[in-house]
C-alpha cells in the first residue's frame, strides 16, 4: 500500500512538472499573450466606448443624435471629435477613431492609401441629408440666385451683383460638393480672390449683414436656424427651365426639386470594432432613421413623395 501512495505522488509531481514547463514553453514562444490572454480571465472588461470624428459637419443636429444613441446604452461611453471630412479621413486612417463622418464619398486616392494601410477600402453609408443654402444680406431680399451667378463666383468671377462668396473650411468637404452640384471640376489650385473661407455659420451671417454684394453658402445641418440669422436671408434658388424660385425647404431638398444639397456618410475602417459597427448599423435602421428626422433633419433612406387621398372609392374604371 506505502508502495502504491509513493508511485501515485510520484506521478502527481511529474506532471505538475510537465504543465510547469509546457506552460513556460507557451509563455516563451507567444512572447507574453499567453499571459495576456490569462490576465484577461480575471480583469474586468473594458468600458464599452465609440469614438466619432467629423463633428463640426453639424455639431447642433448630431449632437442630439447621439445623446438619443447613447441614452440607449448608458454605459456606453461616446467619444464626439471634432474637424470636418479631411480631419476625419485622416482620423481613421491612423486608427484614432471608430466611426468617421464624411459630407463627400472618399476620392479614388484615399481609398487607394487605405486599402494599402489596410488590406481593405473604406466602407461608408449615407443616413442624412442636407440643404446648401444660399444666404445674402437683408437689403437683397427674396431675390433669386442664377447658377450662372454662382458658377461665375467659384471660377473668380464678380457678376452684377456679388463680388465675394462666403463659406466654410474647404476641409469640411462641402467646398467638393458645390463643384460637383454645379458641374464644375474641383480646382487643384488655390481659392479663388473672390471666395473667402471662415471658421463657422456665425462668421459668415456676420459678414453677410455687413456687405450687401456678397454671397453666402451654409449647409442646413451647420447651420442651426430655419433663416440666415440676424443680418441675413435665405435666399431661394432659380430654376432656369422653370423660372420657378425654389426655396431650400425639406420637402424640396427630398423631392429632389431643389439642386443643391448633400449627403452625411458614417464610414468605418475595414477592421471597425463592435461599437462602431453597431452604430452605423443603428444609423441606416429604419429607428435610427426616425431619430435623425426627429433631430432636425432630413433621413436619407426616406424619399419624399406626394400622396394622393381620394374619397371616390375605387371601382373597375379605377383599376
Not at 196 to 220: N, Y
Request: charged share 25%; proline share 6%.
Amino acid at each position: 500500500m506505502r508502495v502504491r501512495a509513493r508511485s501515485r505522488r510520484w506521478f502527481r509531481l511529474r506532471v505538475a512538472v510537465y504543465v510547469v514547463v509546457i506552460a513556460a514553453l507557451l509563455v516563451w514562444r507567444s512572447g507574453g499573450a499567453t499571459t495576456d490572454w490569462l490576465r484577461s480571465l480575471f480583469e474586468p472588461p473594458a468600458p464599452a466606448r465609440v469614438s466619432i470624428g467629423g463633428m463640426d459637419l453639424g455639431r447642433p443636429f448630431l449632437t442630439k443624435l447621439l445623446d438619443l444613441y447613447a441614452r440607449d446604452d448608458p454605459e456606453l461611453t461616446t467619444v464626439r471629435l471634432g474637424g470636418g471630412t479631411v480631419q476625419a479621413l485622416e482620423a481613421l486612417l491612423a486608427g484614432q477613431i471608430d466611426v468617421g463622418l464624411l459630407c463627400r464619398l472618399p476620392t479614388p486616392v484615399e481609398q487607394a492609401q487605405f486599402e494599402k494601410a489596410t488590406g481593405d477600402t473604406l466602407s461608408y453609408h449615407r443616413f442624412a441629408l442636407g440643404a446648401l443654402r444660399l444666404l445674402g444680406g437683408a437689403s437683397l431680399g427674396a431675390e433669386r440666385v442664377r447658377s450662372a451667378e454662382l458658377r461665375d463666383l467659384f471660377t473668380g468671377r464678380p457678376t452684377a451683383r456679388f463680388d465675394r462668396l462666403y463659406t466654410l473650411d474647404p476641409n469640411l468637404g462641402l467646398w467638393n460638393v458645390l463643384h460637383e452640384r454645379l458641374g464644375l471640376d474641383f480646382p487643384d489650385t488655390q481659392r479663388p480672390p473672390s471666395v473667402f473661407f471662415l471658421p463657422d455659420a456665425s462668421a459668415v451671417r456676420q459678414r453677410l449683414g455687413a456687405d450687401p454684394r456678397a454671397l453666402g453658402i451654409l449647409s442646413s445641418l451647420c447651420d442651426a436656424g430655419d433663416d440666415g440669422g440676424e443680418g441675413a436671408v435665405v435666399l431661394p434658388w432659380h430654376d432656369e427651365e422653370t423660372e420657378a424660385a425654389i426655396d431650400p425647404s425639406d420637402e424640396n431638398v427630398a423631392a429632389g426639386s431643389y439642386p443643391l444639397y448633400h449627403y452625411l456618410y458614417a464610414a468605418t475602417r475595414p477592421d471597425v470594432s463592435i461599437h462602431g459597427a453597431k452604430l452605423v448599423t443603428h444609423l441606416v435602421s429604419d429607428r435610427g432613421q426616425r431619430q435623425v428626422w426627429r433631430c432636425g433633419a432630413l433621413p436619407a433612406r426616406i424619399a419624399g413623395r406626394e400622396i394622393l387621398l381620394n374619397t371616390r372609392p375605387l371601382d373597375a374604371r379605377d383599376r
